[in-house]
């Protein structure tokens, strides 16, 4: 069983930058492809990107693409989101998923864009 940890949310202000991290255990992480959705209040959840298993392959949602990056370290298990250019119709909790069966989703982590 996946489990899975995101971390590196935080208040920001618009314009800047963060990194999303999301810890994998309990599956050797590179035989599953995985990515990230956010929900903002009030709002259904919603596709941000997804790198598959070996990291060569991505694709990233239009209200972010030229902003943020996904990628992956499977050698340390861990997945990324870099956001930059932060705006605040990218405050929401941000979850990372394993793309397996069933599919497993981390905790969430919050971020907040000021203007």
């Known amino acids: 069983q996946v489990q899975l940890v995101e971390s590196g949310g935080g208040l920001v202000q618009a314009g800047g930058s963060l990194r999303l991290s999301c810890a994998a255990s309990?599956?050797?992480?590179?035989?599953?492809?995985m990515g990230w959705f956010r929900q903002a209040p009030g709002k259904e959840r919603e596709f941000v990107a997804f790198v598959s298993s070996s990291g060569r392959d991505t694709v990233t949602a239009d209200s972010v693409k030229g902003r943020f990056t996904i990628s992956r370290d499977n050698a340390k298990n861990v997945g990324y989101l870099q956001m930059n250019s932060l705006k605040p119709e990218d405050t929401a909790v941000y979850y990372c998923?394993?793309?397996?069966?069933?599919?497993?989703w981390g905790q969430g982590t919050q971020v907040t864009v000021s203007s």
């Open positions: 309990g599956r050797t992480f590179s035989s599953f492809h």
């Open positions: 998923y394993a793309d397996v069966i069933p599919r497993i």
